[in-house]
């Protein structure tokens, strides 16, 4: 499938937020991929979940939460977890007014402090939002009262050498809706763990956005 790639700006409480948007016709579904503390190159390789992802038929958003102005000058700006949510909906919005991708089932794929924001989010606005995945993450700091009301299907996706795993098995023991945790093995190198985690993500979100002949790993 080739993709078209296009960098993005979206409007969010008077910040821009840089994103970019790989789409193609007849695409199965749109995934949200969220870095609320850094500014990976938009324009450069493709991560290994994106390639994964593209390869099955996914149209992707990639979005970063934070400003460059605020990676550098707010050590505290990735846990302002109100803020990070409510720019997760502007996103949203503005998704849903592009017509090549508007009607598009949504996905949602976070890790650090964007899993929180993303908890925060899709409680406001379920009916937006089909799956979630959370790359090991900080879930825990959407609070008790939001993770209990989480119904939207998410997966935990654990790495052998998560510094947070005892905090995510708390926060994964307050869901009461539809909910998969998935340790995953040691990988031989950091490469080998970002093709698991790529290929764990895409069977969770295939399974909710549309079937596909991903290699899943369960």
């Not at 069977?203 to 369960?218: D, K, N, V, Y």
């Amino acid at each position: 499938m080739k993709l078209r790639k296009t960098l993005i700006s979206i409007p969010a409480q008077g910040a821009w937020l840089e994103g970019l948007l790989c789409h193609a016709p007849n695409v199965r579904g749109l995934v949200l991929r969220l870095h609320s503390t850094g500014h990976p190159a938009l324009d450069g390789p493709e991560s290994a979940l994106e390639g994964e992802l593209h390869r099955h038929g996914f149209a992707t958003v990639t979005l970063d939460l934070l400003t460059r102005q605020e990676v550098h000058r707010d050590p505290d700006a990735a846990y302002n977890i109100p803020r990070l949510s409510e720019r997760i909906q502007s996103a949203v919005e503005w998704i849903a007014h592009q017509p090549p991708i508007g009607a598009l089932r949504l996905g949602l794929v976070a890790q650090d402090t964007g899993c929180a924001a993303a908890v925060r989010a899709v409680v406001r606005d379920p009916e937006r939002f089909t799956a979630l995945v959370f790359l090991n993450g900080r879930p825990d700091l959407a609070g008790a009262e939001p993770l209990r009301a989480l119904r939207c299907p998410v997966r935990f996706i654990v790495t052998p050498r998560s510094p947070d795993s005892a905090i995510l098995e708390k926060a994964y023991a307050l869901l009461k809706g539809p909910r998969h945790w998935l340790a995953l093995p040691d990988g031989a190198d950091e490469r080998e763990d970002e093709r698991l985690q790529a290929r764990a993500a895409c069977a969770w979100l295939a399974q909710h956005l549309g079937t596909t002949e991903s290699a899943a790993l369960e």
